[in-house]
């Protein structure tokens, strides 16, 4: 099934979908998950982003998720391992007309890709330049590729890196 690329104004209804959804799936994971970040382009106030709440999950044992999957699935999600990320426990979930509304980004305590992740998000939060620019990127591209989410996320790699080899200087 293709994917419509789209890319909305924010919304400011988005963090509250985020810290309704976090207080779920924290009771789901239980005591493994240590912290809960809203993550993406919803987590930032000014830009525009897909509609989907990006959540990434800080958890003390990776394997322990496997042995959650029934209670984060009976929120909606579907569970899709490791996703193409190395030692990343992936989940997505849709609405009831199969629109995609979440994504679950899963890490062990101490893995990079968390500190990347909420380094992008911070560093684009504290710098409106930079995010007005990231804003307009994703404009360009989702009329560029309305059905090709793959070209669409190329064409955010190298902006993406860019912000990365930034954030981490600071």
């Known amino acids: 099934m293709t994917r419509k690329v789209e890319v909305v104004p924010h919304n400011r ?28 382009s919803t987590a930032i106030e000014t830009i525009y982003a ?12 990776l394997n322990k998720v496997d042995d959650r999957n ?6 909606g999600y579907i569970a899709m391992g490791e996703f193409g990320i190395p030692c ?10 199969g629109i995609r509304t979440h994504h679950i980004h899963t890490f062990e305590v101490g893995l990079p890709q968390i500190a990347r992740h909420l ?3 911070d560093y684009l939060r504290s710098h409106p330049e930079a995010a007005q620019q990231y804003s307009q990127l994703k404009q360009k591209l989702a009329q560029q590729y309305p059905a090709d989410i793959e070209g669409y996320m190329d ?7 860019e912000i990365d080899n930034q954030a981490s200087t600071l």
């Open 119 to 121: 380094a992008f998000r």
């Open 13 to 40: 209804h988005w963090q509250s979908l985020f810290t309704d959804e976090s207080q779920q799936l924290s009771i789901a994971c239980g005591d493994n998950a240590i912290a809960i970040h809203h993550i993406g």
């Open 50 to 61: 897909k509609p989907i709440i990006d959540i990434l999950i800080e958890v003390k044992d």
């Open 88 to 97: 990343r426990r992936f989940f997505r979930k849709d609405d009831n007309s």
């Open 155 to 161: 064409g955010k790699a190298e902006f993406i890196k």
């Open 70 to 75: 029934m209670a984060i699935e009976s929120l």
